[in-house]
């Protein structure tokens, strides 16, 4: 029992977790770039991680109250799922676990046998989350994996031999563009079992006012949750960016269907970083883009779920209806004999 985590490394698996140099060559690549771009992925170090915390504090960030209803109103959905015997209850993208903790506490109720496998590309996330585990739950057996989602996935795949329920909540898999969330869900695929559990949290299309009103909130939480990218370049790659000189800009794409955000130069500007010893031009007014945010339609799902070997089991919705955890079952077909 008690609550661990280690550092995927290359020694561990074939590829590095995002290390200082991984950063560095991501931030070259995306800033040397037209249009500019940076990896949401990067918004959580300590303190972007703190930032995120009081983001789904905010009354406008309806995502995390949704989701939040779901999980309490209905945990039984999620114990049933998994009957007797034990099993990985694994968390892609785990951030602070709040809404994982009340199901933890609902299977340790229960008497479930599993154990938490936590997965987060960032470490100061990851040991909030498990100091806080630690202290809710005495007997709980969690051994969390500061790794990019592709690389926990090779773990998963190298643990075949128990049950599998993954959680990937809070609409994290939006911040895939589709072709990538194909992807990344037939590469979870083919890393589990057939009968295994996946449970997604997708936020739902919805009236655009209230969308956007969740990523530009009143208190400018959402905008310091950008600038900090910047912040980060300038503390662990030496960068020289002034704050000030940037703004947030966030909107809805209804074509794509997706909340894109952006910090945008107010004026010509050329920024050096001195650990990629090089200067980067800004125009004015030229954006670096920071997040998708997808939202999606029950068909978008579905046809999600169905290209990539699934099959859904459950929808649980909030009283708005506003958000799912959508429940998909893997599904993996036995070669029929030829007569
Ligand atoms: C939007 S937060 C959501 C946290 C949590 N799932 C929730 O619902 O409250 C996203 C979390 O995923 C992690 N994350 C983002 N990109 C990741 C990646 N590519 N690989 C692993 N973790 C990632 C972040 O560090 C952060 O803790």
Redesign the pocket.
């Known amino acids: 029992m008690g609550c661990t985590y280690k550092i995927l490394r290359g020694e561990d698996l074939e590829t590095v977790v995002p290390s200082n140099q991984k950063f560095a060559l991501d931030v070259l690549i995306g800033l040397s770039e037209k249009p500019k771009q940076l990896s949401?992925?990067y918004?959580?170090d300590d303190t972007g991680?703190r930032l995120?915390q009081k983001i789904?504090a905010l009354p406008e960030y309806y995502l995390?109250s949704c989701?939040m209803e779901i999980i309490k109103t209905q945990t039984e959905q999620f114990s049933n799922l998994v009957g007797d015997g034990t099993f990985h209850l694994i968390?892609?993208?785990?951030?602070?676990?709040?809404?994982t903790s009340v199901l933890i506490d609902h299977f340790l109720q229960k008497k479930l046998e599993f154990d938490y496998i936590p997965?987060?590309?960032?470490e100061a996330?990851m040991k909030t989350l498990l100091r806080s585990m630690g202290k809710k739950f005495e007997t709980l057996s969690a051994n969390g994996l500061v790794?990019?989602?592709f690389d926990?996935l090779k773990w998963i795949s190298q643990s075949k031999h128990k049950r599998n329920m993954v959680l990937?909540?809070?609409?994290?898999l939006g911040?895939f563009n589709k072709a990538r969330a194909r992807v990344f869900l037939r590469s979870l695929w083919n890393s589990l079992n057939n009968g295994d559990y996946v449970v997604i949290?997708f936020d739902l299309k919805k009236d655009i006012e209230i969308m956007l009103r969740a990523y530009n909130d009143s208190q400018g939480v959402t905008e310091k949750f950008n600038l900090n990218l910047l912040r980060r370049i300038n503390t662990e790659l030496g960068g020289q960016f002034d704050l000030n000189k940037f703004r947030f800009y966030a909107n809805y794409n209804v074509f794509s269907g997706a909340i894109e955000s952006f910090l945008v130069s107010l004026e010509p500007q050329r920024i050096y970083i001195a650990q990629l010893g090089d200067y980067f031009e800004f125009d004015a007014w030229e954006p670096i883009h920071t997040e998708y945010s997808y939202k999606f339609l029950e068909s978008d799902i579905s046809l999600l779920a169905e290209q990539t070997g699934y099959r859904i089991v459950h929808q649980l919705y909030d009283s708005k209806r506003y958000f799912v955890d959508s429940i998909w079952r893997v599904e993996k077909l036995e070669a029929t004999a030829h007569k």
């Open positions: 949401s992925m918004f959580y991680s995120f789904m995390t989701e968390e892609l993208g785990a951030g602070d676990g709040s809404k997965i987060d590309i960032s996330a790794a990019e989602y926990g990937m909540l809070g609409s994290n911040n949290g």
